[in-house]
């Protein structure tokens, strides 16, 4: 096969709960079904309380991963929508775009759902812990692909484990997905040994089969050993993922203090393309700073759907045949991505360099590797040894029905300790880390 199908791309099979079938129901497609499943879930939930960029901040108006989740939906669902209608009848009959709106809109949602506490902070505080114990024997036993997936953990791979392993159906399927949500979410279909320069990679030894079986149902394109292309519209959900980062990072360090006003607002003028008559108007009657940069916001964003949708319909051969090499913000207008790469500079150089954020993220480090020698520490010594000591029986008391059995691999145990401290918002893991290290509630 050179090239794939939107017929088998769009596919509605749910790979692990074949009494569903694909059946439509009155109001709603097995689409629909999706999306509900990943927002009632609880792990969707916790990101209300997991950092976006901001750890622990106080400040109602900044956004927390769940937040971002939910606007990086509303954008997808327009980009699938759009690119829909721009399709037409290139789509299966069975296909609305409304139908593809809601894909891209799931995927979207689900995009972060993997994502430790503390966000990229987190994933860099477990990968060194790992890099650190590895010298202490702890990772000892395991093949190269374990030991690797330990030493990059990925919110990427975590989040595919989560929908098709952890929620709902626990090792049964999990959400039990369609086959074209799952593919529409895998930005990174492949395993750790492919894994990029920056570490991505989207399914972990523990999911490979899974991975695979998706691949398979989809169609995608194999590039190697455990090495697929990407979903067509997994490229949608980077685009709306990088918009909302490129623009609401902005509004972060501005509601924040960090980022001055015209800053902001000649960067979002810029993606925009032109000033809304309704700005002039919100100048003149002295109208907030918040209110004006939400509507050059909405106008900037309009532009870039528009653009990243028609540059999606324009290179959809290429897509199909799995060659696409540049991000879809990067084939648009010039200004556009100007204004987008603008927007990131301006952020990596005085949003993630402000030093509240820097000593937050250095304090995720020690709250994590406290939370690291416990769980790890215990899971450890019940392989080993097959007793526990009573600080290890008490740390995996706190695990419940999920504790490690002793005839489970050292692999097997290990991705469970770090389902149960992937999944804890800031705070708890915070909390939890000081009462382990012996300031208990109450205490001063």
Wanted: charged share 25%; hydrophobic share 40%; net charge negative.
């Amino acid at each position: 096969m050179t090239s794939m199908r939107w017929e088998q791309l769009l596919s509605p099979q749910r790979l692990h709960d074949k009494r569903l079938g694909s059946g439509r129901e009155i109001g709603r497609s097995p689409f629909h079904k999706d999306h509900d499943r990943i927002i009632f879930s609880g792990s969707f939930r916790r990101l209300g309380r997991k950092t976006q960029v901001h750890p622990l901040t106080e400040n109602d108006h900044i956004h927390t991963r769940l937040t971002h989740s939910l606007e990086v939906g509303c954008v997808g669902r327009s980009l699938g929508m759009s690119v829909g209608e721009l399709l037409g009848n290139r789509l299966p009959a069975w296909i609305s775009p409304a139908d593809l709106g809601v894909i891209i809109q799931t995927a979207c949602l689900g995009h972060d759902i993997g994502n430790p506490p503390f966000g990229h902070a987190g994933e860099y505080a477990i990968r060194d812990w790992f890099q650190r114990a590895g010298h202490s024997g702890l990772l000892d036993g395991l093949s190269v692909p374990e030991r690797d997936d330990l030493l990059t953990y990925e919110g990427n791979a975590q989040g595919f484990r989560i929908i098709t392993q952890i929620e709902y159906n626990q090792f049964q399927g999990g959400m039990r997905m369609t086959a074209a949500t799952l593919g529409t979410l895998l930005k990174y279909p492949w395993s750790v040994e492919h894994r990029t320069q920056e570490g991505k990679f989207g399914a972990y030894q523990s999911e490979l089969d899974i991975l695979r079986e998706v691949a398979e149902a989809l169609g995608l394109l194999v590039q190697g050993e455990n090495r697929w292309c990407r979903h067509p519209l997994a490229w949608l959900v980077e685009a709306a993922d990088d918009i909302c980062y490129a623009l609401l990072d902005l509004e972060d360090g501005l509601e924040m203090g960090i980022l001055h006003y015209h800053e902001v607002s000649d960067i979002l003028k810029h993606i925009a393309g032109e000033v809304p008559a309704e700005y002039l108007e919100m100048q003149k009657r002295g109208v907030s700073q918040r209110r004006r940069i939400a509507l050059l916001r909405g106008s900037a964003m309009e532009r870039a759907v528009n653009e990243v949708s028609a540059v999606f319909v324009q290179h959809e051969q290429t897509l199909l045949a799995g060659r696409l090499e540049n991000d879809l913000l990067e084939l648009c207008h010039p200004d556009l991505g100007w204004g987008v790469r603008a927007a990131k500079q301006l952020a990596q150089e005085r949003i993630f360099q402000n030093e509240r954020k820097a000593k937050l993220e250095i304090g995720a480090y020690t709250t994590l590797g406290i939370l690291l020698e416990a769980f790890i520490g215990a899971a450890h010594e019940l392989h080993h040894t097959g007793r526990l000591s009573f600080k290890h029986q008490r740390v995996l008391a706190l695990i419940g029905e999920n504790t490690p059995q002793r005839d489970w691999t050292l692999y097997a145990s290990y991705r469970r300790m770090l389902d149960f401290i992937g999944g804890m918002t800031d705070h708890f893991a915070v909390d939890l880390a000081q009462e382990m290290g012996g300031k208990l509630k109450g205490s001063s």
